[in-house]
């Protein structure tokens, strides 16, 4: 069911935010209501109490309303999966900043994997990117919304990592065909019950 609300969203993608929501309103909550009488289906004669189960129903139903937010608001991702692969990184780097001087050297260094991040996110060649920007701020440049990676990416193509980028589409082709047969089946099962 979770899965079929990601497929509600894969085909809001070019949608403005008012049609987005009629289009989650129509599509997605039909299937948070069938998720929804599931989970309350389920009570203690079929779930143990101290299970894992049992504490992913408990924050479901005291997240209710939180996670039907969504729908509500056609600026609101269905989740926030860019967001927690970009802090993997902060997570990965933490041992590394146990030995930071200072907390002067701390919050340089989380400018920098901010930035480093960014340029990571537009598929940028890092190293070209600080190069040529703490360059540019070395030479007196205070131009910053021309440093910012998405602008800079436009202006520096030789720097953009294609295949990066190649390989973005490929997992995102490959995502839909999956997600294609998954809907031709469901379709296919309801027509034989």
Same mark, same amino acid.
């Given at each position: 069911?979770?899965?079929? $609300?990601?497929?509600?969203?894969?085909?809001?993608?070019?949608?403005?935010?008012?049609?987005?929501? !009629?289009?989650?309103?129509?599509?997605?909550?039909?299937?948070?209501?069938?998720?929804?009488?599931?989970?309350?289906?389920?009570? @203690?004669?079929?779930? $143990?109490?101290?299970?894992?189960? =049992?504490? =992913?129903?408990?924050?479901?139903?005291?997240?209710?309303?939180?996670?039907?937010?969504?729908?509500?608001?056609?600026?609101?991702?269905?989740?926030?999966?860019?967001?927690?692969? $970009?802090?993997?990184?902060?997570?990965?780097?933490?041992?590394?900043?146990?030995?930071? !001087?200072?907390?002067?050297?701390? @919050? *340089?260094?989380?400018?920098?994997?901010?930035?480093?991040?960014?340029?990571?996110?537009?598929?940028?060649?890092?190293?070209?990117?600080?190069?040529?920007?703490?360059?540019?701020?070395? !030479?007196?440049?205070?131009?910053?919304? *021309?440093?910012?990676?998405?602008?800079?990416?436009?202006?520096?193509?030789?720097?953009?990592?294609?295949?990066? @980028?190649?390989?973005?589409?490929?997992?995102?082709?490959?995502?839909?065909?999956?997600?294609?047969?998954?809907?031709?089946?469901?379709?296919?099962?309801?027509?034989?019950?």
């Amino acid at each position: 069911m979770i899965q079929g $609300l990601y497929d509600v969203n894969v085909r809001e993608q070019g949608m403005d935010a008012d049609a987005r929501v !009629a289009h989650r309103k129509k599509f997605a909550l039909p299937l948070l209501d069938a998720i929804k009488k599931y989970v309350d289906s389920l009570d @203690e004669s079929t779930v $143990l109490p101290k299970s894992d189960m =049992a504490g =992913a129903l408990g924050y479901i139903r005291n997240h209710w309303e939180a996670l039907n937010v969504y729908v509500s608001n056609g600026q609101i991702p269905i989740d926030n999966n860019r967001v927690e692969q $970009l802090m993997r990184q902060v997570a990965l780097g933490r041992k590394n900043w146990l030995f930071v !001087a200072n907390v002067e050297s701390g @919050e *340089r260094v989380a400018r920098l994997m901010s930035i480093v991040s960014s340029a990571k996110r537009h598929s940028l060649d890092v190293w070209k990117y600080l190069k040529d920007v703490l360059d540019r701020v070395l !030479a007196g440049d205070t131009d910053y919304s *021309r440093m910012m990676p998405d602008v800079w990416k436009q202006e520096h193509p030789e720097a953009v990592r294609v295949y990066r @980028e190649e390989e973005s589409r490929y997992k995102a082709d490959r995502k839909q065909v999956t997600r294609a047969r998954r809907i031709v089946a469901a379709k296919l099962k309801r027509q034989n019950s």
